[in-house]
């Protein structure tokens, strides 16, 4: 069973950076993607970004391109959202998610789920 755990929210200023990580145990094979959703207060979840496991092609919301970066260290079996230029509206808890075989990116299709690390931008 693949376990994720999320790290590196916390509180900043709108206009900081985080860095999120991800770390993924318990997989025996190479996933398909991972990608980052993230949930604010009385909002549905949406997608962030996600990237390919193998050749590391990427997909970005709108609302974060050109902000965040979504990367991963294969090595380390390890996800990263590296987000800057944050605005209060980024504001939420954060969920990295996994898909073993073929999904659609932006979509809830992911067969594994961390359970959330909050971030929370100030004005």
């Known amino acids: 069973q693949v376990q994720l755990v999320e790290s590196g929210g916390g509180l900043v200023q709108a206009g900081g950076s985080l860095r999120l990580s991800c770390a993924a145990s318990g997989r025996t094979f190479s996933a398909y993607a991972m990608a980052w959703f993230r949930q604010a207060p009385g909002k549905e979840r949406e997608f962030v970004a996600a990237?390919?496991?193998?050749?590391?092609?990427?997909t970005y919301a709108d609302s974060v391109k050109g902000r965040f970066t979504i990367s991963r260290d294969n090595a380390k079996n390890t996800l990263y959202l590296q987000m800057n230029s944050l605005k209060v509206e980024d504001t939420a808890v954060y969920y990295c998610?996994?898909?073993?075989?073929?999904?659609?990116?932006?979509?809830?299709?992911?067969?594994?789920w961390g359970p959330g690390t909050q971030v929370t931008v100030s004005s």
């Open positions: 998610a996994e898909a073993a075989r073929v999904v659609v990116l932006t979509t809830f299709e992911y067969d594994y």
């Open positions: 990237i390919r496991w193998i050749g590391g092609s990427t």
